[in-house]
């Protein structure tokens, strides 16, 4: 390839990647999932509070943190890359003390967004730095760049992928010059080992990199003993894992290098998964299994890595090509390094989805080094990392960014905050379609840090968001896909047709309740098997103004399917006493004739079962916290309803509906039937105060949410959603709203 078309192509590929990137540039830090959030909570409780208390971080709402042994609260991911980021946030956060009043941005995030993209432009350096001077060695960019870490480098940089990246890379450096030096340089003898000790602090897993120096010395023939029995590579140890020690001991406030042993009940490593694969009395099972899973690593249209990293896939090839060449003791070592990278994919069940994948990237660096030190490259592996990085790099580009490029079946939120209907399972196909959509490059351009500054300025004379709306417009081939699911309703035969779809949905999950049914009976098992049928909430069809969505504490959201078959159980009998979900695993236990703890609120209800008896709970208190924040009482034939945030619907604070004679809600009987109203209030402050009474409880969660801004799904939303309202001739309800929410 020619040397300028090829820079060229990286220079181009750089900018569009960092077109791409959401910076998040919001005074709450890093979005995304909560994973990006808690890694930034070590940044901040460095940077900001000085020190390793994270209580301020948490603010009382816990669910990204773990509690030590001792109670402590501390973010379920490891300090490291925070350690790494804090001397540039330090930097920033003095500048942007000074450019505060002209900046609308915090600079800080501004920074720490670029620190993964600098670490792996020193890695890519050092790399090239120790590789023998080869004219294939400017592909060594394009191999790094078509590998999935740029996704994290460049979208999920809160992530520690590229700071893992970053520490594998130096380790290689290091263990290289060493070699190359013959051993003489006593400073980084003693370096080498306190380095591995401070990079496993980005995370513990990463205990192969000890292994990394071992390999290298090995595969250049020299004796082990010239480091290793060194007494500087001793005290180097010495003092890295007397550093590390000290670190468990300040931020977790115990001294171990076993992360699990932090926290009571285990706390960090899924063990199930594991125990699947290593039992013995299931073995052809098991067997199957792991063969079924290492397929799906390397080859799932989501993230697989013969698409996204083509260099881990070479794995495989070093491994095959050093045992060709019988070097075995190197070949254990460097299968038991790969099996180490390989374990945690099969230990979290996402294989190369979310979790597996993003821990093969340990495996780059040393790859490189071995392929091209060890002359295992010829002109068949060189075109295969060329046209495989090549496709990689485009599929780094138009991941999550289109409709076409799909990865998987579903919908779900991608990385710029937006529902990205997958239409199309075939991800070939999907991402060949995207690079001739002009709307892809687009998505990528008004999802990026640049396209905010475009959006301003198209503030100026449109509203963006009417602009912004032609990209993400309803597209008539996912009409297609999915002909029930209309992506607008702008008339009553499009909410028919919605509502025809629900049907569908549930004649569908009856259709293949029935088959699985069926499918027991013909193994001769339906006798033996207990089939529970449930759901975790139900849909409003338009009850309180929610069309196709479960955003309340009202009757068609709480009110769930129960469908229980069981051995000895009466068949066709239909119940309509009121029960908690939670009551059905106190249930399953007593048929099972298992103790119940005392501890669960929980209360079965298998005696009713078998004394062919309807009883239940006298009422029932349900919540909702994510769209509106409420509670209602299930109580007689009614619903009694407590609005604290309404979710900008301007629902009565409080709310009354007969449910038998008005199943859809229409008609509140708060004012009405005072009596009632007041039976409602009664059991929700009853049992309210059971609640609070148990210390162990702690803050009512509807409190914690109000603290924060509102239920998060429209936290931050009414500003835009009150000029919408005026400009539809809704100008009375933006006033009612306004008035009641400001």
């Not at 890093?30 to 509070?49: K, L, M, N």
């Not at 490291?80 to 956060?93: C, D, Q, R, W, Y």
């Not at 063990?271 to 792991?290: A, H, K, M, Q």
């Amino acid at each position: 390839m020619n040397s300028k078309i090829f820079k060229i192509f990286i220079l181009t590929f750089i900018l569009l990647l960092f077109m791409k990137v959401d910076y998040r540039l919001k005074e709450v830090g890093p979005g995304g999932s909560q994973d990006d959030s808690v890694y930034y909570y070590h940044v901040q409780s460095i940077v900001i509070d000085n020190d390793f208390d994270y209580s301020n971080q948490f603010d009382g709402n816990y669910v990204d943190a773990y509690f030590t042994s001792s109670g402590r609260p501390v973010p379920r991911q490891s300090i490291g890359s925070g350690l790494i980021a804090s001397p540039f946030i330090f930097v920033s956060n003095f500048f942007e003390g000074i450019i505060k009043d002209l900046s609308t941005y915090k600079l800080n995030y501004f920074i720490y967004s670029l620190i993964p993209i600098f670490l792996i432009y020193l890695s890519g350096n050092m790399i090239i730095s120790i590789l023998p001077k080869r004219k294939e060695n400017k592909l060594i960019w394009l191999y790094i760049l078509g590998s999935g870490v740029t996704y994290f480098a460049f979208e999920r940089f809160s992530m520690s992928i590229a700071y893992e990246f970053f520490s594998f890379t130096v380790i290689c450096y290091i263990s290289s010059k060493l070699v190359s030096s013959n051993s003489s340089n006593l400073k980084l003898i003693f370096l080498l080992p306190l380095l591995q000790f401070f990079f496993l602090t980005i995370r513990w897993n990463n205990y192969h990199i000890f292994l990394i120096p071992i390999i290298i010395v090995l595969s250049k023939g020299i004796n082990l003993k010239k480091i290793f029995l060194r007494k500087e590579f001793f005290f180097g140890n010495l003092f890295g894992i007397g550093l590390f020690l000290i670190h468990t001991f300040i931020v977790y406030e115990i001294i171990t290098i076993f992360q699990a042993s932090i926290y009571p009940k285990d706390g960090w490593v899924v063990y199930e998964r594991l125990e699947s694969y290593l039992d013995l009395s299931n073995f052809g099972v098991s067997i199957w299994t792991i063969f079924v899973d290492f397929f799906t690593i390397l080859f799932s249209q989501e993230f697989g890595v013969f698409y996204f990293s083509p260099i881990v896939f070479l794995s495989i090839y070093i491994f095959w090509k050093l045992i060709s060449s019988k070097r075995y003791l190197l070949s254990f070592i460097i299968f038991t390094y790969y099996s180490i990278s390989l374990t945690p994919v099969f230990i979290f069940a996402s294989h190369a989805g979310s979790y597996g994948f993003r821990y093969l990237y340990s495996l780059i660096p040393l790859n490189l080094y071995l392929l091209f030190n060890l002359k295992m490259v010829n002109k068949i592996i060189l075109n295969y990392l060329f046209i495989f990085s090549i496709f990689g790099c485009f599929s780094q580009l138009f991941f999550e960014s289109t409709t076409y490029a799909s990865l998987s079946e579903g919908t779900i939120v991608n990385s710029f905050g937006v529902m990205n209907p997958y239409s199309n399972p075939e991800y070939l196909s999907g991402l060949l379609k995207s690079l001739l959509q002009l709307d892809a490059y687009l998505k990528i351009l008004f999802t990026s840090f640049f396209g905010i500054f475009v959006v301003k300025v198209l503030g100026l004379f449109t509203d963006p968001l009417d602009f912004i709306s032609l990209i993400y417009a309803p597209d008539e081939k996912m009409l297609a896909v999915f002909p029930r699911q209309p992506q607008e309703t702008p008339d009553m035969a499009a909410a028919r047709k919605m509502f025809d779809g629900y049907d569908m949905g549930v004649l569908m999950a009856d259709h293949y309740i029935g088959k699985t049914l069926n499918l027991l009976a013909d193994l001769n098992i339906d006798s033996d098997t207990a089939v529970i049928v449930s759901s975790d909430h139900g849909e409003n069809l338009g009850e309180l103004n929610v069309y196709g969505d479960h955003q309340t504490a009202d009757l068609p959201t709480t009110r769930i399917p129960m469908v229980i078959k069981w051995p000895s159980l009466s068949e066709n009998v239909r119940y309509d006493a009121k029960h908690y979900h939670m009551d059905v695993f106190a249930t399953i236990l007593d048929l099972l004739e298992r103790k119940i703890p005392e501890s669960w609120d929980a209360k079965s209800f298998a005696s009713s079962w078998r004394a062919g008896q309807d009883v239940g709970r006298e009422a029932l208190v349900l919540s909702q916290a994510a769209w509106a924040c409420q509670r209602s009482v299930r109580f007689e034939d009614y619903i009694y309803i407590k609005t604290i945030h309404d979710a900008f619907h301007l629902w009565e604070e409080e709310m009354l509906f007969d449910v038998k004679e008005d199943p859809h809600q229409m008609k509140n009987l708060a004012k009405a039937s005072l009596n009632v109203l007041q039976r409602g209030r009664d059991n929700l402050a009853e049992w309210h105060s059971a609640m609070m009474s148990d210390p162990a409880r702690g803050r009512d969660p509807h409190d914690n949410v109000m603290k924060e801004g509102g239920p998060y799904h429209v936290r931050e939303k009414l500003n835009t959603y009150l000029p919408r309202l005026r400009e539809t001739d809704r100008l009375e309800l933006a006033q009612r709203l306004e008035k009641k929410h400001t």
